[in-house]
């Protein structure tokens, strides 16, 4: 379970080191094998292993391809899945389209979400956090049933 928020800085070249907390994890996991692809309703991206995005990519994939919300989703997750190797010094290279996308530049923020990452622009990061934490539930914005019985 990848767990936390890193605030990382993007070399010259458009590597981010992956923090040390996680290497050995995704080489025992994937052998450093890692997908990254866009988020489809963010500007960031998504960050997984190998084994758990070729379970992901299968389900896409196997979506009607003529409905209009199914090809939407394989187009863009599947369409824009790269597969990133952590080198022996444990970065990633972020390729450029996909930076340009999130608008990532300089920074990086890597937050943990369970079986993926997700990955931010340190500016957009900060913005999005404080609008989720200031809007107001939109009507039909309800927590799903099994999150109503958690006890935080």
């Known amino acids: 379970m990848f767990r936390g928020i890193n605030a990382i800085n993007i070399d010259p070249k458009g590597r981010m080191t992956v923090p040390t907390r996680y290497r050995e994890l995704l080489e025992i996991n994937c052998q450093g094998r890692l997908i990254l692809t866009i988020d489809t309703d963010e500007r960031c991206l998504l960050l997984y292993g190998m084994p758990e995005w070729e379970a992901i990519e299968k389900q896409v994939a196997a979506l009607p391809s003529f409905n209009k919300a199914s090809r939407r989703v394989q187009r863009l997750l599947i369409g824009y899945a ?20 999130a608008g990532i530049n300089k920074h990086v923020m890597m937050i943990g979400q369970g079986k993926k990452f997700e990955l931010w622009d340190d500016a957009q990061w900060n913005a999005r956090r404080e609008s989720w934490l200031t809007e107001e539930p939109e009507d039909g914005d309800v927590l799903p049933v099994g999150m109503q019985n958690i006890s935080l």
């Open 82 to 101: 790269t597969e990133v190797e952590l080198d022996s010094n444990g970065r990633i290279l972020l390729p450029t389209l996909l930076r340009e996308y």
